[in-house]
C-alpha cells in the first residue's frame, strides 16, 4: 500500500532538477517529468491535478491552491539561476534566455528594471554568445556551466541579488493545486510530510547525484530552502506587486489561496 493514498490517486507532475528532488525523493507514485514551463502548461490545461510549477505561474493564473510550508526557495545566493555576462553589468543591451522557466525570465527583468534601470533587448538561447551580451541559465543547466565555465563570466546570481534589493527570500516554484480537488488538504499535507521525508534523506540523495557530491551537498543545504513561510510569502508578495508595476500581469486583489 502507498505511503501517499491522496496524492498517488492525482497525475503528478515534477522537474528534474537536483533542488526537486528532496521535495520527491521517497514518492512511490507515478510522476510526469518535464521542464517547469511544461508542467505549467500541462497544469493549465488540466493534464495535471498538481505540480512543482514556477510562482509566476501561480501569480498569472491565481486559481490554483498552493500547499503551505513547501517550495524550492532561497535566502541568498541560490547558486543555479544566474545571469551570465562579460564587462559591467550597465553595458549589457542583449540578453540570451534559458525558456525552462518563466519565473526566473521575469525575476531577471524586474531586478534589472526596478534596481538597475535597464530593460535589455530578450533573445532565444541559441542568440548566446555570438549575439547576446548576456545568458540566463537555470537548474542543473546552470550548475554545469559554472563548472565548465572557469571565471570567465561574471555571475548575476538572481537569488542574491533578490535578497539584496528587497531583504526577503525569493520562491521559485511552490506545489500547485487543482482548486477543485475533492481532498486537497490530504493531498498538501502529503506534499509536506514527502518534503520533510526528503531532506532528511539529502546524503542519500547526494550519493545517486551525478554532480560533485561536495557541490550538491552544499547546494542542498546551503543555498536551496524548502519551506514556504512567512517570509517567503511577503516574497512572493514583492514579487507580486513587481510583476504588476512592470505590466507582466494585471492588477488582483483576489488573494493566493494556500491549503
Not at 3 to 23: D, E, I, M, W
Not at 162 to 178: D, E, I, K, S
Request: charged share 20%; glycine share 6%.
Amino acid at each position: 500500500m502507498t505511503r501517499y493514498p491522496a496524492l498517488s490517486a492525482l497525475r503528478v507532475g515534477c522537474v528534474q532538477y537536483l533542488n526537486a528532488k528532496p521535495l520527491i525523493h521517497g514518492y512511490d507514485g507515478p510522476v510526469v517529468f518535464d521542464h517547469p514551463s511544461g508542467l505549467a502548461r500541462d497544469l493549465a490545461a488540466g493534464r495535471l491535478d498538481v505540480a512543482l510549477v514556477p510562482t509566476f505561474e501561480a501569480l498569472r493564473h491565481p486559481r490554483y491552491l498552493l500547499a503551505d510550508g513547501v517550495a524550492i526557495a532561497s535566502d541568498g545566493p541560490v547558486f543555479s539561476v544566474f545571469l551570465a555576462h562579460r564587462g559591467p553589468l550597465a553595458a549589457v543591451r542583449s540578453i540570451a534566455l534559458d525558456p525552462a522557466s518563466l519565473t526566473s525570465i521575469h525575476l531577471l527583468q524586474v531586478l534589472l528594471a526596478e534596481y538597475h534601470g535597464l530593460r535589455p533587448q530578450l533573445l532565444e538561447l541559441a542568440a548566446f554568445p555570438a549575439t547576446a551580451d548576456a545568458v540566463l541559465l537555470i537548474g542543473n543547466q546552470a550548475i554545469d556551466f559554472r563548472a565548465r565555465d572557469a571565471d570567465a563570466h561574471q555571475l548575476l546570481d538572481l537569488g542574491a541579488e533578490w535578497q539584496r534589493c528587497t531583504g526577503l527570500p525569493f520562491v521559485y516554484a511552490p506545489w500547485l493545486l487543482r482548486a477543485d480537488l475533492p481532498d486537497a488538504a490530504a493531498v498538501a499535507d502529503e506534499l509536506r510530510a514527502l518534503q520533510r521525508h526528503g531532506t532528511a534523506h539529502i546524503a542519500e540523495i547526494v550519493r545517486t547525484d551525478p554532480h560533485d557530491a561536495a557541490l550538491s551537498q552544499r547546494y542542498l543545504t546551503q543555498h536551496i530552502r524548502f519551506d514556504l513561510g512567512v517570509r517567503e510569502k511577503a516574497g512572493i508578495a514583492k514579487f507580486r506587486e513587481l510583476l504588476v508595476r512592470y505590466g507582466f500581469i494585471p492588477a488582483s486583489d483576489e488573494p493566493l489561496r494556500y491549503v
